[in-house]
């Protein structure tokens, strides 16, 4: 008789222990499933959050786009500006003076308001129009570099 009691309160024991393992695996399997619920819905954000970041970086890289094809509009107008004022210069063969030294420009030349130890340089109209090229670009990148400023524009990678 008192195998059989034993018997019994260990298949009591057998069927409680039985009960708290059913109920463990159903925790575990909702718990399972709400982490799976948590990484869905993170994975959901970080998909938004970079369909966002890639319109911005597309939206930025288009208004940088518009700007540089503006700047270079802007720049190819003062190039033909300025190459127009540089074409409409009088040349000169030679300053007087300096084809008959083979020294640097300057030196044992009397200074004259016009010639070497002056204030004024000579330069040949190549260099003369490729200065207006580089100014020109350089005014409508130095107003190009202020509109990125103002806008508080990030530069694009």
């Given at each position: 008789?008192?195998?059989?009691?034993?018997?019994?309160?260990?298949?009591?024991?057998?069927?409680?222990?039985?009960?708290?393992?059913?109920?463990?695996?159903?925790?575990?399997?909702?718990?399972?499933?709400?982490?799976?619920?948590?990484?869905?819905?993170?994975?959901?954000?970080?998909?938004?959050?970079?369909?966002?970041?890639?319109a911005q970086l597309g939206r930025l890289a288009a208004a940088q786009r518009r700007q540089k094809d503006d700047t270079?509009?802007?720049?190819?107008?003062?190039?033909?500006?300025?190459?127009?004022?540089?074409?409409?210069?009088?040349?000169?063969?030679?300053?007087?003076?300096i084809a008959a030294h083979s020294a640097l420009p300057g030196a044992g030349l009397p200074p004259r308001a016009d010639?070497?130890?002056?204030?004024?340089?000579?330069?040949?109209?190549?260099?003369?129009?490729?200065?207006?090229?580089?100014?020109?670009?350089?005014?409508?990148?130095?107003?190009?570099?202020?509109?990125?400023?103002?806008?508080?524009?990030?530069?694009?990678?």
């Open positions: 008789m008192a195998s059989l009691i034993v018997i019994a309160m260990l298949g009591a024991a057998l069927k409680i222990q039985a009960t708290r393992l059913d109920k463990a695996k159903a925790a575990l399997a909702a718990s399972t499933a709400a982490h799976a619920r948590d990484i869905a819905t993170v994975r959901a954000a970080q998909d938004r959050a970079n369909a966002d970041w890639q270079d509009r802007k720049a190819d107008t003062a190039t033909i500006l300025y190459r127009d004022r540089v074409l409409r210069l009088p040349g000169r063969a030679t300053a007087e003076g010639g070497p130890g002056a204030d004024t340089l000579i330069l040949a109209r190549a260099d003369a129009l490729i200065c207006a090229e580089n100014s020109a670009r350089l005014a409508a990148a130095h107003d190009w570099a202020k509109g990125l400023i103002s806008d508080g524009s990030p530069v694009s990678p």
